[in-house]
C-alpha cells in the first residue's frame, strides 16, 4: 500500500491544512476536526484506497482506515503544520451536552488504548502459559510479566491525567503530579493498614485509586479552574515559583480529601447498577449488548465508553462488554466470509477475506463492518441477530472475560478461569455458534451487490460497424505509440474509476506526442504534463502524460505547440523525455481521456493491444 499518496489524497479530500484544526488517531481510525466538515465529500473520501470509511461524530471528522492507521497518520502529520494539540472551542461549543461529553471521553481514552490491549494480551499469555506448564506463577519471570501486564492498569490515573490534562489545557505534568499523590506508595501503605487518616484535621477516605478511572477525571477537570483562579490573584513577579506550589497543594488536598472520594464513591454506584441490572436481566443486557455492538462501533463509542467498564470491573472479572465484542467481532468476521464465499465479484471478494481475517484474529471489525457488512446491509443484520441469540447465552452462564484484551480467536485466553474450566468452554461455545449462525444466515439471506453498468465491449459486428464509417462515429487517433492497456489498470483511482471520462492508456514506446485529430488546443497546463485538445467534430480530449508528473515542475517536457492553436491530425505536439521522468520515479503511462463522454452515446476503446500513433484507438458515437 502506498501509504503517502493515500494519506496525500485524504489530505487533499479534505480540505488540506486550511480546513484542518488538529489530526489525531486512535486503533483504526484518523481523527480529523475540521472547520467545516460540509466542504469534505464523504463518497470521495470513500473511493480513496486504503479508506474503510467515514463516520462523522462528536465534532470529529472520522476516516476509518483499519490496523495499518499509524502509517497513515505519519504521512499526514508531514504534509501540514496542525497539531493533535490544536483545537478550537468554537466546535465544541456547538456540541450539544452528551456529545461534548463523549468527545472529552473519547479524547482521553483513545490514545491509552493501545497500552492497556498490550498489557492485556500479556495478563492472556501469562494466563495461558502456567496451565500448559510451560511456566511456573511462583518464577521470578512469571512475577516480572506481571509487572508488564499489571503496568498500563496500575497507573491508569497517571496516564489519564496526562490526556485528560491535554484536553483541559492544564498542566500535564502537575496533572501527573497529582495523580502520583492518589497512588503514592506511602498513601498505599495507610490504605493497607486500615487506620484512620487525617491531613491538616481534614478525614482523608481510605481508598485504593490504582487502576481508577473517574477520581482523576473529575480531579483534572476541576485543576482548570484551579489554574485560572491562582493565574488571577498570583502576582506575575512571583508566579513562577507560587503557581506549581499552590496547584499541587490545593489540588492535592482536594484529591485525597473531597474529589477522589467522591469518584470512588461514583464509580461504585456505577458498577452497582451494572451488577443489579445483570443481576435482574443480564441474560436480556447481555442480548442487547452483543446485538448493538455493531452500531456502537460505527459510531466510535465503543472505546470512548471503556472508561466506564473499567470504572465499573477493573477489580474484577468483566461480565459484559469485552464478552458482548466477542460474540460481535466473530459475527463480523463470518458474515465477511460468507460473502466472500458467495460473491462473484473478484473485488467484494478480496476486501471480504481480509476483513475477515482482521475481526477474527485481531478482534478489529472496522474493516468487516464498513467495507462489507453495513455496505451490503443483510450481513449487518444476521451478524446482530447472531449477536443478540449469543448474547442471551453469555447472560444466562454469566460468562467473564479476566484480561482487558479484544476479543478474537488469538485472545481466547482470556476467558480462562482458573478455578473453573466451565468459562472457556462457554467461551468456546459463544465463538463457534457466532460464527456457524452468522456464516449461515448470511448466506441465506443473501446480499444485494451494488452494481454499476457495464462498459460496452464492442464485438466484431460493432467494430466493422465502426471501422464501415458509420454516419455519427467519431474517431481518435493514438497521440503516442505504445502498449495500450485499459483504464482499470492504471494506477490512479482518478483515471481508473474513470471519474474524468472514458478512454485508453498507453505505456508509450516513443518521445512523440502527436495530434490525435483535426482540431485545436484548448488547455496546456503550466508544467506541460498535460494538454486539452477539442476536435472539429466535438471531442473534447485531454492527453495525460505520466502519473503525477505535475511534480516534475515541467522539465522533461518540450511543447511544440501554444494555448488556442489549430492543430492538424499527426502534428507533433510535444516531445517527452521518458528515461528523465523514469529516473525520477514516476510512471510513464499517458492517459488519453474523453471528457465529455457524458455527451456521447458510446466510447468504445479499440480492441488493439499496440498501437502508433497512426491508429485509431477511440471511436464516440
Known amino acids: 500500500?502506498?501509504?503517502?499518496?493515500?494519506?496525500?489524497?485524504?489530505?487533499?479530500?479534505?480540505?488540506?491544512?486550511?480546513?484542518?484544526?488538529?489530526?489525531?488517531?486512535?486503533?483504526?481510525?484518523?481523527?480529523?476536526?475540521?472547520?467545516?466538515?460540509?466542504?469534505?465529500?464523504?463518497q470521495v473520501v470513500k473511493t480513496i484506497p486504503g479508506v474503510v470509511g467515514v463516520n462523522h461524530q462528536s465534532g470529529q471528522y472520522q476516516v476509518i482506515i483499519g490496523n495499518d492507521v499509524a502509517s497513515y497518520y505519519q504521512e499526514l502529520i508531514k504534509l501540514g503544520h496542525f497539531s493533535e494539540d490544536k483545537e478550537e472551542e468554537e466546535t465544541a461549543e456547538k456540541m450539544n451536552l452528551f456529545n461534548r461529553f463523549a468527545n472529552f471521553i473519547s479524547s482521553c481514552m483513545s490514545p491509552l488504548i493501545p497500552a492497556l490491549i498490550g498489557g492485556g494480551m500479556i495478563k492472556v499469555i501469562l494466563i495461558l502459559l502456567p496451565l500448559l506448564g510451560w511456566l511456573s506463577d511462583k518464577s521470578q519471570t512469571y512475577v516480572l510479566l506481571s509487572n508488564f501486564g499489571d503496568a498500563p492498569f496500575y497507573f491508569l490515573p497517571m496516564m489519564l491525567a496526562f490526556t485528560s490534562?491535554?484536553?483541559?489545557?492544564?498542566?500535564?505534568?502537575?496533572a501527573i503530579t497529582v495523580a502520583g499523590i492518589m497512588i503514592h506508595p506511602n498513601f498505599v501503605a495507610m490504605v493497607s493498614a486500615g487506620k484512620s487518616v487525617s491531613l491538616m484535621g481534614l478525614p482523608v477516605t481510605l481508598a485504593t485509586y490504582s487502576s481508577s478511572v473517574i477520581p482523576i477525571l473529575m480531579m483534572v477537570w476541576l485543576m482548570q479552574y484551579i489554574e485560572r483562579g491562582i493565574d488571577k490573584i498570583c502576582p506575575a513577579s512571583m508566579k513562577s515559583i507560587l503557581k506549581p506550589?499552590?496547584?499541587?497543594?490545593?489540588?492535592?488536598?482536594?484529591?485525597?480529601?473531597?474529589?477522589?472520594?467522591?469518584?470512588?464513591?461514583?464509580?461504585?454506584?456505577?458498577?452497582?447498577?451494572i451488577l443489579f441490572i445483570q443481576g435482574k436481566a443480564g441474560w436480556l443486557a447481555m442480548g442487547l449488548m452483543?446485538?448493538?455492538?455493531?452500531?456502537?462501533?460505527?459510531?466510535?463509542?465503543?472505546?470512548?465508553?471503556?472508561?466506564?467498564?473499567?470504572?465499573?470491573?477493573?477489580?474484577?472479572?468483566?461480565?459484559?462488554?469485552?464478552?458482548?465484542?466477542?460474540?460481535?467481532?466473530?459475527?463480523?468476521?463470518?458474515?465477511?466470509?460468507?460473502?466472500?464465499?458467495?460473491?462473484?465479484?473478484?473485488?467484494?471478494?478480496?476486501?471480504?477475506?481480509?476483513?475477515?481475517?482482521?475481526?477474527?484474529?485481531?478482534?478489529?471489525?472496522?474493516?468487516?463492518?464498513?467495507?462489507?457488512?453495513?455496505?451490503l446491509k443483510k450481513p449487518l443484520y444476521a451478524a446482530m441477530i447472531s449477536g443478540g441469540v449469543t448474547g442471551i447465552f453469555m447472560g444466562i452462564v454469566n460468562l467473564k472475560s479476566f484480561?482487558?484484551?479484544?476479543?478474537?480467536?488469538?485472545?481466547?485466553?482470556?476467558?480462562?478461569?482458573?478455578?473453573?474450566?466451565?468459562?472457556?468452554?462457554?467461551?468456546?461455545?459463544?465463538?463457534?455458534?457466532?460464527?456457524?449462525?452468522?456464516?449461515?444466515?448470511?448466506?441465506?439471506?443473501?446480499?444485494?451487490?451494488?452494481?454499476?453498468?457495464?462498459?460496452?465491449?464492442?464485438?466484431?459486428?460493432?467494430?466493422?460497424?465502426?471501422?464501415?464509417?458509420?454516419?455519427?462515429t467519431k474517431k481518435v487517433a493514438s497521440p503516442i505509440s505504445g502498449e495500450l492497456i485499459n483504464l482499470e489498470s492504471v494506477n490512479d483511482e482518478t483515471?481508473?474509476?474513470?471519474?474524468?471520462?472514458?478512454?485508453?492508456?498507453?505505456?508509450?514506446?516513443d518521445n512523440q506526442v502527436?495530434?490525435?485529430?483535426?482540431?485545436?488546443?484548448?488547455?496546456?497546463?503550466?508544467?506541460?504534463?498535460?494538454?486539452?485538445?477539442?476536435?472539429?467534430?466535438?471531442?473534447?480530449?485531454?492527453?495525460?502524460?505520466?502519473?503525477?508528473?505535475?511534480?516534475?515542475?515541467?522539465?522533461?517536457?518540450?511543447?511544440?505547440?501554444?494555448?488556442?492553436?489549430?492543430?492538424?491530425?499527426?502534428?507533433?505536439?510535444?516531445?517527452?523525455?521518458?528515461?528523465?521522468?523514469?529516473?525520477?520515479?514516476?510512471?510513464?503511462?499517458?492517459?488519453?481521456?474523453?471528457?465529455?463522454?457524458?455527451?456521447?452515446?458510446?466510447?468504445?476503446?479499440?480492441?488493439?493491444?499496440?498501437?502508433?500513433?497512426?491508429?485509431?484507438?477511440?471511436?464516440?458515437?
Open 1 to 42: 500500500m502506498n501509504y503517502q499518496k493515500t494519506a496525500k489524497s485524504i489530505y487533499e479530500a479534505v480540505g488540506g491544512e486550511t480546513n484542518i484544526n488538529s489530526l489525531t488517531h486512535c486503533m483504526t481510525r484518523l481523527r480529523f476536526r475540521l472547520k467545516d466538515e460540509g466542504q469534505v465529500d464523504d
Open 165 to 174: 490534562a491535554k484536553y483541559f489545557k492544564v498542566n500535564p505534568m502537575l
Open 245 to 273: 506550589l499552590l496547584i499541587i497543594f490545593i489540588s492535592g488536598v482536594l484529591a485525597l480529601v473531597v474529589v477522589g472520594p467522591i469518584g470512588t464513591y461514583a464509580g461504585k454506584f456505577l458498577s452497582d447498577i
Open 290 to 375: 452483543a446485538a448493538f455492538m455493531p452500531l456502537i462501533v460505527m459510531t466510535g463509542m465503543h472505546w470512548a465508553f471503556a472508561p466506564i467498564f473499567l470504572a465499573a470491573s477493573i477489580s474484577s472479572p468483566d461480565t459484559l462488554i469485552l464478552p458482548a465484542m466477542l460474540a460481535a467481532n466473530i459475527a463480523q468476521g463470518a458474515a465477511s466470509i460468507a460473502v466472500a464465499v458467495k460473491t462473484k465479484n473478484k473485488t467484494t471478494r478480496q476486501v471480504a477475506s481480509a476483513a475477515s481475517i482482521s475481526a477474527l484474529l485481531a478482534g478489529v471489525t472496522e474493516p468487516a463492518l464498513y467495507g462489507v457488512t453495513l455496505k
Open 403 to 472: 484480561a482487558f484484551a479484544v476479543p478474537s480467536v488469538i485472545a481466547m485466553p482470556q476467558f480462562v478461569n482458573p478455578s473453573d474450566g466451565k468459562n472457556l468452554i462457554n467461551a468456546v461455545i459463544v465463538l463457534v455458534v457466532s460464527f456457524v449462525l452468522t456464516f449461515i444466515l448470511t448466506y441465506v439471506l443473501g446480499f444485494d451487490e451494488e452494481t454499476t453498468a457495464p462498459v460496452p465491449v464492442p464485438t466484431m459486428k460493432d467494430n466493422d460497424l465502426i471501422e464501415s464509417g458509420a454516419k455519427d
Open 495 to 509: 483515471f481508473a474509476q474513470k471519474m474524468l471520462g472514458e478512454g485508453v492508456a498507453i505505456i508509450p514506446q
Open 514 to 621: 502527436y495530434a490525435p485529430f483535426d482540431g485545436k488546443v484548448t488547455t496546456i497546463f503550466p508544467t506541460k504534463h498535460a494538454i486539452g485538445l477539442t476536435s472539429n467534430s466535438g471531442i473534447e480530449l485531454l492527453v495525460h502524460v505520466g502519473l503525477d508528473t505535475v511534480g516534475l515542475k515541467g522539465k522533461p517536457f518540450t511543447m511544440h505547440v501554444s494555448d488556442q492553436q489549430v492543430i492538424k491530425k499527426g502534428q507533433p505536439l510535444m516531445t517527452v523525455d521518458f528515461k528523465a521522468i523514469k529516473a525520477a520515479g514516476y510512471d510513464p503511462t499517458t492517459l488519453v481521456i474523453v471528457t465529455n463522454t457524458n455527451e456521447f452515446v458510446e466510447v468504445v476503446p479499440t480492441e488493439k493491444t499496440t498501437v502508433s500513433n497512426q491508429d485509431t484507438v477511440i471511436y464516440t458515437v
